[in-house]
């Protein structure tokens, strides 16, 4: 049997995360969230959770060093790594979009996009043809456009709140997300049997027992 | 002045002696099976590479302007090179060609783990031949390849390209939907598949079948079974038949639980047509080798015809063994010759050739050599000549022997072999 371990994204994808393994019949103590160790083993499973920052996730599983992990679709896509992504968990819903000040810029010659995801951006707007210059920024995306440092914002949005509350509004929504449960593609084989368990479970509990 | 390149490397004593004995043993395993080693050049025409839809991204190639002007790329895979070789100087000899290889390739940017721009590859092509035989022969070799580099768990993963090409074809959908569609399979993206079936118009029917491969594989009898349940045209229904036949015959060779099988195993290049399948250290869970049936590669030179072939990564073979930490078998061999008073040298010199006749490396010093010098250089023995004894060491266990002597005449020379080997045993 071989030991399967586990990347989860720090934060509120971990805790929900742990709520869907307690349901899937899985028993991660719950206790991991609020510790600072950030390797657990799962008494009585083969199991072991590593905690890491939300963007590190892909790359762990990626290397092998995590055969499973669990990330927003936002993490994967700005990644893009080689991976297999299998379940979608259903919590941490949102949707990447395009937003600005109400009153789009018609005229310019080129866009300027400030976002904390650049990688997507780019290949974005690649396949759409649109040449634009991306502004990459570590955190409060919406002051971009009203400072002037940027006409569009492409972000994660949840209610669309904060854009509201900031005076911003959304020009085009571009993809639906939510966490994912990604697997390394050599683990994917070489622990079938064990990762299709895993699976199975987490399916099961997803779609409501 | 910074002289560091990234993505390569310099390879030391340590490391190349290790690499020898891989290299060895592949070569041994691929010439016993009657493959001839060739050396095509490091530098190819950009053309030789061009025009093959999912080969390589010709910005992932190192690229060269000679003097003419014509661009040049460093070898970025050795299977190309090895077609034309085989479709041009070789053109009317008898088939089938058996060559193999062992050497580097260059490529800018790679989905592997280990981020190198130069690897080692070591693989064999068998060109000239389309017999179900042949695939078989291909992965028992592989699989012998894989045991002789001292990989505990060879597990081969299993695909056939003409499975998702002849079901695609069935779907009658524009290119850029159908590539689409396998980037979505090739990452077995249930989630998105479903969600970008919504928008298709293909018929529910080809929806269901598509998100049953999806999540289909594993044990060859298992998966076949489920494949069988499938409606599938007859084009896919032959394809299926030929690979039940296939792995039957795998199972006869006692192979099959060393197989997996993944009806949607899809390569990175584009250039299968056939069998497709994929290496991996079970216990490590690092992927070992590729290859696949390659039927329409040659034709780009004016000679079509079926060839198969596969590569071992020898950096990922490394990897896999510092992670086991095994450390080949080897003769104690290598030999430090201390020598206590001046008037020894002469003796020591002596004893140093006899040695080295006998297939010793030996190295002579007068000083004592520390241990951090016998660690660095690797060595086995430690061998001492004082005023009337000879001590040998055995650097491993630091157990001594010691032999009497007033001159290094024939009869302790043959004394001091015969603790060595007493030392190898």
């Not at chain 1, 799962?42 to 590593?50: A, F, K, P, R």
């Not at chain 2, 020898?20 to 050396?39: H, L, S």
């Not at chain 2, 058996?98 to 070591?122: M, R």
């Not at chain 2, 779907?171 to 979505?184: E, G, S």
Request: hydrophobic share 40%.
């Amino acid at each position: 049997m071989n030991e399967i371990r586990i990347a989860m994204a720090k934060g509120r994808l971990a805790s929900q995360a742990v709520k869907l393994f307690i349901e899937a019949g899985i028993n991660i103590s719950e206790k991991l969230l609020n510790s600072r160790k950030l390797i657990f083993k799962v008494l009585d499973e083969n199991i072991e959770i590593i905690l890491v920052k939300p963007a590190d996730v892909p790359i762990y599983v990626e290397y092998g060093t995590a055969d499973l992990g669990i990330v927003g679709k936002d993490t994967i896509l700005e990644e893009n790594r080689d991976l297999y992504e299998v379940l979608d968990l259903g919590f941490g819903k949102c949707r990447f979009a395009l937003a600005g000040l109400p009153q789009q810029k018609k005229s310019l010659l080129q866009r300027k996009v400030a976002t904390k995801y650049p990688d997507f951006t780019r290949r974005y707007f690649k396949s759409k043809g649109e040449p634009v210059e991306i502004i990459k920024l570590n955190g409060s995306i919406e002051l971009a456009p009203l400072t002037g440092l940027a006409d569009t914002i492409l972000d994660i949005v949840q209610t669309g709140r904060t854009l509201k509350e900031n005076g911003l509004v959304v020009y085009e929504e571009i993809k639906d997300l939510s966490a994912r449960l990604i697997v390394n593609k050599v683990s994917m084989k070489t622990s079938q049997t064990e990762i299709s368990k895993i699976i199975k479970a987490l399916e099961k509990a997803v779609n409501g027992g | 002045m910074n002289a560091f390149v990234e993505g390569v490397r310099d390879i030391l004593p340590a490391e190349l002696r290790r690499r020898r004995v891989i290299y060895k043993r592949i070569r041994k395993t691929f010439r016993n099976a009657d493959y001839r080693e060739v050396i095509t050049p490091t530098l190819e025409s950009l053309e030789l590479y061009s025009g093959i839809e999912g080969l390589l991204d010709k910005s992932e190639m190192f690229k060269v302007v000679d003097e003419n002007g014509q661009i040049l790329v460093l070898r970025p895979d050795v299977t190309m090179p090895i077609a034309r070789l085989a479709a041009t100087r070789f053109k009317k000899t008898p088939r089938p060609l058996k060559f193999s290889y062992l050497t580097t390739a260059y490529q800018s940017k790679n989905s592997q783990s280990l981020n190198l721009k130069e690897k080692t590859q070591a693989g064999v092509e068998l060109i000239g031949g389309d017999s179900l035989y042949y695939d078989v022969e291909m992965i028992a070799l592989l699989i012998k390849s894989m045991k002789a580099v001292q990989i505990k768990e060879p597990l081969i993963d299993i695909g056939h390209a003409d499975l998702i090409n002849k079901v695609m074809r069935t779907l009658n959908i524009d290119l850029i939907i159908k590539n689409k569609l396998l980037d979505l399979i090739s990452e077995k993206n249930k989630v998105e598949l479903k969600q970008y079936l919504k928008e298709l118009n293909i018929s529910e029917q080809d929806k269901t079948i598509l998100l049953k491969l999806i999540s289909l594989f594993g044990r060859p009898k298992k998966v076949l079974s489920e494949l069988n349940e499938i409606s599938f045209s007859l084009e896919v229904k032959k394809v299926i038949k030929q690979l039940e036949k296939f792995f039957m015959i795998l199972k006869e060779l006692d192979l099959i639980n060393k197989i997996t099988f993944d009806p949607m195993l899809i390569s990175r290049h584009g250039y299968y047509t056939g069998l497709i399948f994929k290496g991996y250290a079970g216990d490590h869970n690092i992927l070992i080798a590729s290859g696949g049936r390659y039927d329409n590669l040659t034709e780009k030179f004016g000679k079509g015809e079926p060839a198969v072939g596969f590569a071992l990564e020898v950096e990922n073979i490394l990897e896999y063994l510092n992670l086991t930490d095994y450390s080949f078998k080897r003769k104690k061999q290598r030999i430090i010759i201390n020598y206590e008073e001046n008037h020894r040298y002469k003796e020591a010199h002596r004893l140093a050739e006899f040695l080295r006749k006998q297939g010793f490396i030996v190295e002579i010093f007068e000083e004592l050599k520390d241990d951090d010098y016998i660690e660095f250089q690797g060595l086995d023995l430690q061998i001492l000549l004082c005023k009337s004894r000879i001590s040998i060491k055995n650097i491993s266990d630091h157990n001594t022997n010691q032999i009497e002597y007033e001159s290094l005449e024939n009869k302790v020379l043959n004394k001091i072999l015969d603790k060595i080997e007493e030392i190898n045993r």
